[in-house]
T-cell receptor, first 112, second 109 residues
């Protein structure tokens, strides 16, 4: 069974540029999560989807971050414009309902 | 802010010894999960314990949950060098999901 796929694995951009991350969850998983993880800290939930619906986006900075999950499968997370403080690892995870989460390898974003 | 706090922040032990790490949280939960993260890698689920359970085992892992104290512990017995990683607890409140700050475990061969 294929795991959670994320791309790109690494991204370097200049501040004020836009950036997008893509996630393909495990087949059949209805719940999808986007996390931000800073070095030496635990992941922080940005948004959680149940099928196509964003059921928890309370921690998503909506002035610059947006996300979508078309057809309840793949998801994209966008930052526009990126700021220096957005440098982090962005993790995607999926689960069947809200039990065990399976994580992708993450996208390491560096904003210069 | 994160709900879970792990203790200790860092732990270094000799191979073969047991490792215990603790997690405290603030609000009522549906379940609590432990994850492992090797350096530069994604998180791997270890074990889930529900709010009506007090103890759970999986291989060399033993997890306890005390909902009255809002705390959980993860015990790794007979540690191996391959157990070197960061360990995170994560709480599911039903509405929200929080990871703790993590314990960095180093197992010295």
């Amino acid at each position: 069974e294929a795991g959670v796929v994320q791309s790109p694995r690494y991204k370097i951009i200049e501040k004020k540029q836009p950036v997008a991350f893509w996630c393909n969850p495990i087949s059949g998983h209805n719940t999808l999560y986007w996390y931000l993880q800073n070095l030496g800290q635990g992941p922080e939930l940005l948004i959680r989807y149940e099928n196509e619906e964003a059921v928890d986006d309370s921690q998503l900075p909506k002035d610059r971050f947006s996300a979508e999950r078309l057809k309840g499968v793949d998801s994209t997370l966008k930052i526009q414009p990126a700021e220096l403080g957005d440098s982090a690892v962005y993790l995607c995870a999926s689960s069947l309902n809200t039990d065990t989460q399976y994580f992708g390898p993450g996208t390491r974003l560096t904003v210069l | 802010s994160q709900q879970g706090e792990e203790d200790p922040q860092a732990l270094s032990i000799q191979e073969g010894e047991n490792a215990t790490m603790n997690c405290s949280y603030k609000t009522s939960i549906n379940n609590l999960q432990w994850y492992r993260q090797n350096s530069g890698r994604g998180l791997v689920h270890l074990i889930l314990i529900r709010s009506n359970e007090r103890e759970k085992h999986s291989g060399r892992l033993r997890v306890t949950l005390d909902t009255s104290k809002k705390s959980s512990s993860l015990l790794i017995t007979a540690s191996r060098a391959a157990d070197t990683a960061s360990y995170f607890c994560a709480t599911d409140t039903g509405n929200q999901f929080y990871f703790g700050t993590g314990t960095s475990l180093t197992v010295i061969p």
